[in-house]
């Protein structure tokens, strides 16, 4: 096995240092896919990052067939300031794809990833997770299903359509993945003020079961847990700001309609502003908030998956 790291300038930033990306080519010992794996495409999102760490300590010891490409802070701008969108030009790089030319610096760097990364590879698998505030525990599920199942998540999305200028979807004028046909997965995983240690521990564990399923790692992927395959997801905002306290139960599990999620408290005058309460009849949770968390009138609060209609295996 061969591991090089390559990192393509892309243009000049102001201050005179290169813009460049960090992509790490891990050349296996025998024919196979050129699988993908990215990270913090959002730049409060460094969970996925973290997996990759992980993962490439891993990777050393590890018989590999085909090749990885790993991009693991797609967004170092975003990144080093714990910030969604990108500082420079404040847009989200995730509706941007593939990148216009002469347009925005996130549009810049759209275009240098799908170039550099995209269009390089065969499999794709997105790393992204809660922020430094709420936590998430869902798998989209695209166009390979036994990709998406073999992360090992309890619980996976079906969405009728993509998100425009996504990797996944890009723009009409797409050369990123789902134009190309190849098969992709996007892994929603940990964020929150908790331990980020065992998502980073299922994280890798998923990966490389998914790397198992594509046969670039030799074993047999460990067969899927029982999962629900959801196909509408509520995401709730709090309309009020102040400190969030959860009372919903833990993430993967069943919520009715009407049970209260959350309620916010004024750290000010210590009233209760707002009972949260969740709008799905019979809902699973997804994304929460596991810690007392300050939180903005808008900001993400929920998401509950709707069991009308789910897919159990
Ligand atoms: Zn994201």
Not at 174 to 198: F, H, K, M, N, Y
Not at 254 to 265: D, H, K, Y
């Amino acid at each position: 096995m061969k591991i090089n790291l390559h990192r393509p300038v892309f243009t000049t930033m102001a201050d005179g240092s290169e813009a460049c990306l960090h992509v790490h080519e891990v050349i296996g010992d025998g024919d196979g896919p050129t699988v993908g794996i990215s990270a913090v495409i959002h730049g409060n999102e460094p969970t996925g990052a973290q997996i990759i760490l992980e993962l490439s300590r891993l990777l050393a010891d590890l018989p590999l067939r085909g090749r990885l490409l790993i991009l693991p802070v797609a967004n170092p701008w975003a990144f080093a300031v714990n910030h969604r969108f990108t500082p420079i030009d404040e847009l989200n790089l995730n509706r941007l794809f593939p990148g216009e030319p002469g347009g925005w610096f996130s549009d810049l760097l759209a275009q240098a990833i799908a170039r550099e990364f995209l269009e390089k590879i065969d499999v794709h698998i997105d790393l992204h997770s809660g922020t430094d505030r709420p936590t998430v525990d869902y798998v989209y599920l695209l166009n390979d299903e036994g990709l998406s199942r073999s992360f090992g998540s309890k619980v996976l999305y079906r969405p009728k359509e993509g998100l425009t200028g996504t990797t996944y979807s890009g723009t009409t004028k797409s050369v990123t993945v789902d134009a190309r046909g190849i098969p992709a997965a996007v892994i929603e995983l940990g964020g929150g003020i908790v331990d980020q240690g065992p998502y980073v521990e299922r994280g890798v564990a998923g990966v490389l079961n998914m790397l198992r399923y594509l046969g670039v790692v030799a074993d047999d992927p460990a067969p899927p847990p029982s999962q629900i395959v959801v196909h509408s997801i509520a995401l709730i905002r709090p309309g009020q700001g102040g400190f969030l306290e959860t009372s919903a139960p833990p993430l993967g599990e069943e919520i009715a309609g009407g049970a209260t999620l959350g309620r916010v408290f004024s750290p000010y005058t210590f009233d209760q502003l707002e009972e949260i309460t969740n709008p799905v009849q019979n809902g699973i949770m997804i994304l929460s908030h596991l810690s007392r968390n300050l939180v903005q009138p808008g900001d993400y609060g929920y998401m509950v998956g709707d069991l009308a209609g789910a897919e159990r295996s």
